[in-house]
């Protein structure tokens, strides 16, 4: 097998440091997780990141992030391809599999197009092939801890939103996500259709959409189907 690049690209004319002008994770709580097994390249890649004043936790292998990482405002994970033990595809897949929403930018030091290929189709958000050029790796950084912190924005706003329905309003949204008609959850509650249309309205209105289908988007949204709160 090849040795890994481990190299960063420098800009001869710039700096890490002022190659990230707008550094708006300054005023939130983040964090970019770093995952590879050569503890060069994670002192290297972290030490980059970190002079750009990016909060950033090293763990050489994707065991030791599964069980020691903790959850911010908004999070990426910078993950390696070929790893031993637990490959970066095999973290990826387990990720997904826990409806973890996490951005995660895979790193090769490879052409390895079928190997980004399935990465991609796996849910990662990106890639980057070693050797990295620095402004690269802050833009994609930037730019994943945005879309995260974004998403837990809306997500929050959202449950926000929820907290406001009553209990029997709860109940007639479960059952509309659960493709009931009027008349089905009228006979279900035992209450009238006049009295099921009233609390549909109320939902729509305290939730901010207009028609079924969409609050459905929304309750898989902040995956309250499938794992009611």
């Known amino acids: 097998m090849p040795t ?42 972290g030490s980059v990141l970190e002079c750009a004043d990016l909060r950033v936790e090293r763990y050489p292998s ?15 994970v910078l993950l390696d391809m070929r790893m031993p033990n637990m490959t970066g595809i095999e973290l990826l897949t387990t990720l997904r599999s826990n409806h973890e929403s996490i951005p995660v930018l895979m790193l090769s030091a490879y052409s390895d197009t079928a190997g980004v290929v399935q990465a991609m189709q796996n849910g990662a958000s990106d890639y980057l092939v070693k050797p990295i050029d620095e402004q690269e790796l802050l833009r994609k950084v930037s730019a994943a801890l945005h879309r995260n912190w ?29 493709a009931k ?28 959409i207009d028609s079924v289908p ?11 189907i499938g794992n009611p709160q």
């Not at 449950?159 to 479960?174: G, K, T």
């Not at 008609?181 to 249309?197: F, M």
């Open 62 to 76: 994707a065991e030791r992030f599964l069980t020691t990482h903790s959850v911010h405002d908004s999070d990426c």
């Open 4 to 45: 890994k690049m481990l190299e960063i690209q420098y800009r001869p004319n710039g700096s890490t440091a002022s190659s990230a002008t707008n550094r708006w994770w300054l005023s939130v709580d983040h964090c970019v997780h770093l995952i590879d097994d050569d503890c060069h390249f994670l002192q290297v890649a």
């Open 181 to 208: 008609t009027t008349r089905q959850v009228a006979n279900e509650l035992g209450i009238s259709p006049k009295t099921v249309e009233k609390h549909r309205l109320n939902i729509f209105e305290k939730l901010n």
């Open 150 to 178: 974004s998403e837990k924005q809306r997500q929050a706003d959202a449950f926000q939103r929820l907290s406001s329905l009553s209990e029997r309003e709860r109940e007639v949204m479960d059952l509309f996500a659960a």
């Open 214 to 224: 969409a609050l459905i988007r929304l309750l898989f949204d902040v995956r309250w």
